[in-house]
């Protein structure tokens, strides 16, 4: 039994469709995880790139630090640390969102390169045309290198989005029961390990297809939206 619930053992059948409610209940903190956690590495990422590019080398060399730190350094360590060790300097968050966090700061890394990468992409000659149009530099990266960039940063970070929903099982370390952890205690304390296996791996297929899905369509709307490859 977990939360209240209780598991028929009489058949695999009856076993699969009792434990399957429980499991569900592991899918969404899994999709919770997975959507705060990239929403926080888009956001984060983009601060990166956006000081990592910056002319001062006072601000961007300190940026490039951090950013090689974050992606060099194992997902599990930094989740160890944000978990164990900030509570010893009075900083104490809850398990999901500390599993969050750390999600979106791993990613952050890799979706700072992405953008970096992505900008810089766009011809200098873009930039020195709309410096003849006495575009301002806020005026000139909305309109002008953005749109250019899009295009080509959204498959990476669609890439990025599956690889958190994989991730997602390393927060059980913290006791963040997402799929992976509630099915290992149903196969704890039962001894069936393989059905409840099973069905998290057809569980975390279904949303992997489904996010594949989701930026196949994003990415089939850009041209509608003017936003194309020039």
Known sequence: MLFGYHWDLSSP?????????????????TVLATIFGFVMALILGLIFALLRSAPLRVISWPTRLIVEFVRDTPLLIQLYFLYYV???????????????FALGLQYSAYTSEVYRAGIEAVPQGQRQAARALNLSPMRTFRDVIIPQAIPRIVPALANYLVSIIKDTPILSAITVLEMLGVSKIIGDRTFRYMIPLTLVGILFLILTVIAAAVVQFIESRLPRAGIALK
Not at 16 to 24: G, N, Q, T
């Open 86 to 100: 900030l509570p010893d300097v009075g900083v104490t968050l809850p398990a999901l969102e500390t599993g969050i």
């Open 13 to 29: 059948e009856a076993f699969a469709l009792s434990i399957l409610p429980i499991l569900l209940i592991g899918m969404k903190i």
